[in-house]
């Protein structure tokens, strides 16, 4: 017997320890089982988590719980993203320190003790979540054996020319000093000023509007258009840069737009990617103007050593003082940011590492055919990505908390020394290659860099199944059975993963990509980390509310959309577990004599709510193997709170209470079918509140099933029936006690008042059912009489 009121605290850890200690979730390689393994986003460790990462990971989880009650041997290993630049960025803000003050090696260490500290509190999160991971599997990127795979994924595509290092023009942010991939911007709206200057050619006026006046010193050359009759004559002639009095080119390109601006457009090295294009494409000298930290270089005339916008401000102070700004305009212009900080980008020539990814790009998007994205919608947002990369991927950072690269470069000829396979994981910085370069010299220069966090993270169907190890289970486990992930990282770890999948197994990493949305604090703007705008941290809603109840919730928005939270939706979910304890309650109290037998015959009552929930559980495997939780959940709780609780438990409550009246085999009749039916039920709920059901099973269930856990049982129920014709005589059965339950409420009367006669007109190919279920009807409506008419239309008249 259930107790009469459920305790969640305490249930939810009872269970959560059960779990582990019987090992409910462990992944057995030796089993012939067809495997559905889970490539899971290994959380960034840079900050607490919140209701965000509750909500995307939940879902994922309910995946695994579904196909593991499926029958399917489950592979759902989990990670923590501890290294790279937010991780650096969190340990920076919390212990108050600058990277750059510190030894290497000492704010490694500080990172390292940070990361231990924050990866402990996210399994705990995640544990009193219920999640149903195997936790044998974790894994942390910056742990030695990660290092070792990353490492030795690098070396193989140095080898092959796929990664390759070189001097250019890079995306640089000037803020956290490091380079950045095109991935890894955002566009943000900023008020400037376009500043309208005179260039002088021939001794004639030619106008350029420019926002970033501070490049003169960097201008190489000015762009018209060749079809803008207005500039045709100025093509090839020659032009002075006002205040820097210096000749530079006038030419034509397609790209400059006629009706933005004056029409002429300054290329300076670099305001923009078109700069860079320009740059290479017409061999255009570079002139330095800004440097790495994001002050003007020195040399620079009048602004040297100043930050940019300083320095922006007193070129146009100048230009006034020597009447060369004819005219300023405010508008409002889309820049280029870093997504880690939020800060405007530089173009900076560095010396980089990249992986070639722009001459595979039809590779790329034809990936996107023989993947099944969910919802479809999101592969529209991949394909534009590709289509539009106009980088190679940079995977060099210029930070200190990461994998580093595993080379060196010979001091005397600059030649790349990679590492050997068997060295690594190794720091370059401490230690040397085991032979000497080829020109003989043994005196080596380490790269410092570290790979990119997205480098490493991009790797995860690799680090799951222990690629290139001597447990590698590659072959066995890719593709992946799913990946799951929010939309704003497609670009990112979709993408890439997709990359390094193809070159390093030849194989797409997975099967199907799971697209979570996201959860706003208000309209249009995501809870985030960096934003510190959820009211209420994870830990403190699972204490007030309970696990179930916050899994509830997440399971209510269609895949791929964004929702909003707000603490009084938890009342849904409450209500939900107080109304499923209480019908279970009820049922097991009316099962306490019941043996498992099966009746010789069952009421065509109890072979409809048995056949309905089959119908249920069919339409919900089907939303399920779609990743659409919440349309499954949904079609359950319609069966739950309509069928079984408000129609089904009412018409048998008479037959369970008085076997007297009734007859003790019609008795057993619905017995049957109400210890199936919770089951089932209990099963279909496992997914989403896997704490109560499992309470509820182990009270009444487990001495019948056996199973250790409801969770490692399977969905389904063997009993054969008329599926066709009893549920079109349900429903009849249902609309009959709606219209009766109407007619009493319009009348104020209450449902136990006495009905003279009901005049019911149905369908004679029902005649059977009805005859066997009249005595229920009766009980249930409270009426005295019912006649019977036969006829292709249901009606029912009450008297």
Known sequence: ???????????????????????????????????????????????????????SYTQAEMIARFQRMQGKNVFYPFGFDDNGLPTERLVEKEENIRAVD????????????????????????????????????????????????????????????????????????????????????????KETTFNYIPFLVEGEELIVATTRPELLYGCVCLFVNPEDERYLRNIGKKAIVPLYNREIPILSDEKVGIDKGTGVVMCATFGDTTDVEWYEEYKLPYRKVIEANGKIAEGVPYIAGLKVLAARERIIELLKENNLLKKSEIITHTVSTHERCGKPIEIIPSKQWYINILSEKERYLKAADEINWYPASMKTRYISWVENLKWDWCISRQRYFGIPFPLWYCSKCGKVMLAKDEELPLNPMESKPSSACSCGSTDFIPETAVFDTWATSSLTPLINSKWNTEEDMHKKLMPMGMRTQAHEIIRTWAFYTIVRSLFHTGTLPWK???????????????????????????????????????????????????????????????????????????????????????????????SWIIERIKSVEDTARESLNKYEIGLAKHEIDEFFWNDFCDNYLEIVKDRLYKPEIHGAEERVSAQYALYNVLLELLKLYAIYVPHITEEIYQCHFKEFEKAASIHIMQWGINIDGNAEEILRFGENIKKILGEVRKYKSERNLSLKEKITNIKITIPEEQKGYLNRTLKDIKACTWSENIQIIYSDQLNIEIE
């Open 1 to 55: 017997m259930l107790s009469k009121k459920y305790n969640s605290i305490e249930s939810e850890k009872r269970w959560q320890k059960y779990w582990k200690d019987c090992d409910i979730y462990k992944y057995n390689p030796n089993t012939n089982r067809e495997t559905f393994s889970i490539d899971t986003p290994p959380p960034t460790v840079s900050g607490s988590l919140h209701i965000g990462h509750i909500f």
């Open 512 to 606: 199907d990509i799971m697209i979570c949305g996201f959860v706003l604090a208000k309209k249009g703007e995501k809870i985030s980390k960096s934003k510190n705008n959820s009211a209420a941290s994870p830990k403190q809603l699972i204490e007030r509310h309970s696990a179930d109840a916050m899994r509830y919730w997440a399971a209510g928005a269609k895949l791929g959309t964004d929702t909003m939270f707000s603490e009084d939706e938890l009342k849904v979910s409450k209500r939900f577990l107080t109304k499923l304890w209480n019908a279970a309650s009820f049922c097991i109290m009316q099962l306490q004599d019941y043996n498992g037998q099966k009746p010789a015959e069952l009421l065509p009552i109890d």
């Open 102 to 189: 510190l030894p290497r090696s000492e704010f490694i260490k500080t990172c390292l003790k940070a990361t231990e500290k924050y990866v402990e509190e996210f399994k705990n999160l995640w544990l009193s979540m219920g999640f149903s991971v195997d936790w044998s599997l974790q894994y942390e990127t910056i742990s030695p054996k990660v290092q070792k795979i990353s490492q030795k994924a690098f070396l193989d595509m140095a080898r092959a020319g796929k990664a390759y290092i070189k001097e250019s023009p890079v995306l640089w942010c000037t803020t956290c000093q490091t380079s950045i991939a095109q991935a890894e911007l955002e566009s943000a709206d």
